[in-house]
């Protein structure tokens, strides 16, 4: 699939709060796009908390991400082992060294980039709740990263906290040789921080104050990240309707054009397979989460122009309904 020194398509997994179920969709969308044919990378990039290679039935005994940043390792692609599963491959997290808080500027950017090229056609990032600052460079690798959030309204609430700071750090960084201008926008941020609901196009009208020709740029660069959200351990299809909400929630106040991937049921089988050790998707092929993953492997394979909410809730019903062979 992948062209001679083409980069992988890097998709990112976040979310505002943990246990949303990032590192069981991480892996079950890994294994759903390898056994569609592609070369597949499954990267723990939680560190301090990774536990990616649970749900893809590995021990923890690999060296991993973490020794690379202690500079144990100087390159990440040779820390790749084997999964049971054709095609994918997986990159250990901090496996048994704890991990460094403080990781050197210099071991961050050999990180990015080296992810970059690994060689596969996806890389897909499990990455840790909240908004770290380096799980927000991490999830500013693509421009259409995936955000996972549970139907509850706090969970929600959080997965917009986490772009909005996300999208809060990109300005900034963006204005870093611009002393004036950090400081107005840290007072705003700061500002907002005591309940005011400070706008993306409010902080982008203040750097036009300063500079419209920096505002321009710092618009074309920001703007144009297109998350996409998955809602994840639902009870009715119908539940996507909030979809509708957060999408123009995000347009407002983050002016951000989003997109739903679509919708994942509340599976106890889920937790069971965890439970026994067992890769989730590999005993059940065939429930109401496989399906809704199924679906959104297709629309990560073939991007459509834009999936109607309609249609998604429609089609997350046929999940639901369908007897479990
Ligand atoms: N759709 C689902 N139905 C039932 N349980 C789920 C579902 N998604 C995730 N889980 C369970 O929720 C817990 C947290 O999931 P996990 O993927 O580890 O979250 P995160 O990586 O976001 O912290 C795990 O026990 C997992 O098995
Ligand atoms: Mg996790």
Same mark, same amino acid.
């Given at each position: 699939?992948?062209?001679l020194?083409a ?8 979310s ?19 056994? @569609?044919?592609a ?20 021990p ?6 973490g020794?690379?940043?202690k ?5 990440l692609?040779?820390?790749?082992v ?23 500027? *210099? ?20 990455? =840790? ?10 999830? =500013?690798?693509a ?14 609430m ?24 950090k ?7 700061? @500002? ?24 321009r ?7 144009g ?18 979809? *509708?909400?957060i ?30 050790n067992?890769?989730?998707? *590999?005993d ?13 492997t297709?629309?990560?394979l ?10 998604l809730i429609?089609e ?10």
């Amino acid at each position: 699939m992948q062209k001679l020194g083409a980069r992988p398509v890097i998709i990112p997994i976040a979310s505002g709060k943990g246990g949303a179920g990032k590192s069981v969709f991480a892996a079950s969308l890994a294994i759903n796009l390898a056994r @569609r044919g592609a070369r597949v990378v499954a990267a723990d990039l939680d560190l301090g908390g990774s536990n990616l290679h649970t749900y893809l039935g590995l021990p923890n005994t690999n060296p991993g991400v973490g020794d690379f940043l202690k500079q144990q390792r100087r390159e990440l692609q040779k820390l790749l082992v084997p999964t049971s599963f054709n095609g994918l491959r997986f990159l250990p997290g901090d496996g048994k060294t704890p991990f460094m808080a403080n990781i050197p500027s *210099q071991q961050r950017f050999l990180l990015l980039s080296q992810l970059q090229q690994l060689p596969a056609d996806y890389v897909i990032i499990d990455l =840790g709740a909240g908004s770290a600052l380096n799980t927000m460079n991490l999830f =500013g690798l693509a421009r259409n990263g995936i955000v996972i959030t549970t139907l509850d309204t706090p969970a929600m609430m959080n997965a917009l906290v986490f772009l909005r700071n996300f999208m809060f750090a990109n300005i900034i960084s963006l204005t870093a040789k611009r002393a004036p201008i950090k400081k107005d926008l840290l007072a705003a941020y700061r @500002r907002s921080a005591g309940g005011a609901n400070l706008t993306v196009e409010e902080v982008y009208r203040l750097i036009e104050r300063h500079d419209p020709l920096l505002a321009r740029e710092t618009r074309k660069r920001c703007g144009g990240f297109q998350p996409r959200l998955v809602y994840n351990m639902a009870d009715e299809a119908e539940e996507l309707q909030v979809a *509708q909400r957060i999408e123009s929630t995000m347009k407002k106040n983050l002016s951000l054009q989003s997109s739903t991937l679509g919708l994942l049921f509340h599976d106890p089988a889920v937790r069971l397979a965890v439970r026994k050790n067992r890769v989730f998707l *590999q005993d059940h092929p065939d429930t109401p989460y496989a399906r809704g993953l199924a679906a959104i492997t297709e629309r990560i394979l073939q991007p459509p122009a834009a999936p109607r909410l309609d249609d998604l809730i429609r089609e997350a019903a046929t999940h639901r309904a369908a007897p479990a062979r």
